[in-house]
């Protein structure tokens, strides 16, 4: 299989790009194959790389792949790896980072398109512990991005990062690993994730040295189940989630939605007025009912810090009652604000079985949920509301909130929550804290 000729692979090439848009199955695109090519041809990724999935040309440092869910991302990276620790030069030692450690072992190094198996028997590595070695004597460290202080130390000379969009310390952990990529002439990283506006996704992006490649979803649909095209592909299809998962965009903000990311300021503490826990109760309970958005906010000083999200999805009355309640106290909060729309004084009545001492104060919405948001995301153009951190769920449910008082074809349920606890700290009328013990 290593004989052939360039134009031989780029026929062949050419043959299963064809056959990947036509086939229905593995098996189909097999039997068009000529027989005595079969051999080995599953590790011959020169003919079944897509252009997309080969490894730019030019003088770059980073390698950001963007694909959707099941583009072949997953397959570049571990051939790269393949490519870097068995070539006539090895490239040692590589990092390969994930989000955390049991999702790169998972995935990165025994997933069906992860290093062990695109390998053959003669060159594949044996995994110890965290190491990856190959006969050859080249190494890889699996290492999870959760945990930014363990990149302090090791050296290396390449590094495959996997969803680098999911990480939960994304900026730390990527700055320790460049700390870290000091080995070789000419030490490269490859980043694969599905995108998401994160702030390490928009600094790889603005960086020069970055070079950024875009899978769709569809383009690998020989490789994945035609139940998934059907159900998910086909349902998701030119939404704004369907973009982002399946497209590989990167979505930074709907054109008509009241919050766009530059909106969002970090709060940085000082001393809190009054606080509210805000609820937005689901007409129903259950596993498949609406979530329960329950958002704490705070007065400081003349405007307002968003300090948690506590939203729970699938939740029966008495357990987000419970939820809220334990908010309540763990902020010393001074009331609860729940919507009653929908239940009444039964969402007075849950609340109360809980704890019959909170006190809660029932509103009741006489407008749209646009209108309603409208004059808080006013608030947030002025500078007025800030955000804790770890509210990323939050902030993506609220600049997907679009005009039709939804957010990506579901309920905005923490956008309920927070536009009426701003509404209550901001907008009503004025109410003088409880004297707190701290």
Known sequence: ???????????????????????????????????????????????????????????????????????????AGAEWVRQLATGPEPVTPIALVGETMTEAIAVMVKGVSGILSVHPEATRPV????????????????????DPDRFRGPQFAAAWCDEVAKWPQAESAWDMLQFGLRLGDRPRQLATTTPKPTRLLRRLLGDGQTIVTKMKTEENKAHLAEGFLDAVVGRYRGSVLGRQELDGEMIEDLPDALWNRDMFRRHRGGELGRVVVAVDPPVTGGPKADACGIV????????????????????????????????????????????????????????????TEVPVRGVRATRGKWLRAEPVAALYGRGLVAHAEGLAALEDEMCAFGADGMAEGHSPDRVDALVWAVTELMLGERVEPRVRGW
């Open 1 to 75: 299989m290593n004989s052939l000729s360039a134009d031989e692979i780029l026929r062949l090439r050419a043959m299963l790009v064809e056959l990947a848009l036509t086939a229905r199955s593995r098996e189909e695109i097999e039997r068009a194959i000529p027989p005595h090519l079969r051999p080995g041809l599953f590790y011959f990724w020169p003919v079944w790389a897509r252009e997309q999935q080969d490894p730019p040309p030019g003088d770059w440092t980073t390698w950001l792949l963007m694909g959707g869910r099941g583009s072949g991302k997953t397959r």
């Open 296 to 355: 704490v906010a705070a007065r400081v000083g003349e405007g307002a810090a968003i300090l948690a999200d506590w939203t729970i999805s699938g939740a029966r009355p008495l357990n987000w009652a419970r939820r809220a309640v334990r908010a309540f106290k763990e902020f010393e909060a001074d009331c609860i604000v729940a919507e009653v729309n929908q239940g009444g004084d039964l969402v007075k009545a849950v609340l109360a079985q809980v704890d």
């Open 127 to 146: 995994l110890k512990g965290t190491t990856l070695t190959w006969p050859n004597g080249a190494e890889a460290t699996v290492l999870s991005a959760s």
